[in-house]
């Protein structure tokens, strides 16, 4: 399982690695970490561009951040 969660507390998600990756040789949780890391780094973005955060947003550019690791997630 991975988190973030914004300094100024108005954003976080949770995210837990699909374990089926394990019999493949790759481990699960690098994605699930990566995700995090990638929606953190997104909402600080937008944050400091001055728009409005939208959650799918932020989901959806870390996302796109992490389509060159293998693996997958779900996420909240």
């Known amino acids: ?5 914004t300094t100024d507390g ?3 998600g949770v995210a837990d690695g699909v374990g089926g990756w394990e ?3 790759i ?3 690098i994605y699930a970490r990566s995700l995090m890391k990638n929606c ?3 909402y600080d973005s937008i944050v400091a561009s001055n728009k409005d955060v939208n959650v ?3 989901l ?3 996302w796109e951040s992490c ?3 293998t693996g997958s997630s779900t996420a909240c």
Not at 1 to 5: P, S, T
Request: glycine fraction near 4%; proline fraction near 4%; charged fraction near 30%.
């Open 60 to 62: 959806k550019k870390a």
């Open 1 to 5: 399982i991975a988190i973030f969660i």
């Open 67 to 69: 389509k060159s690791i």
């Open 27 to 29: 481990d699960p949780a």
């Open 56 to 58: 799918v947003e932020v």
């Open 10 to 12: 108005r954003c976080f």
């Open 40 to 42: 953190q780094k997104s």
């Open 23 to 25: 019999e493949m040789g």
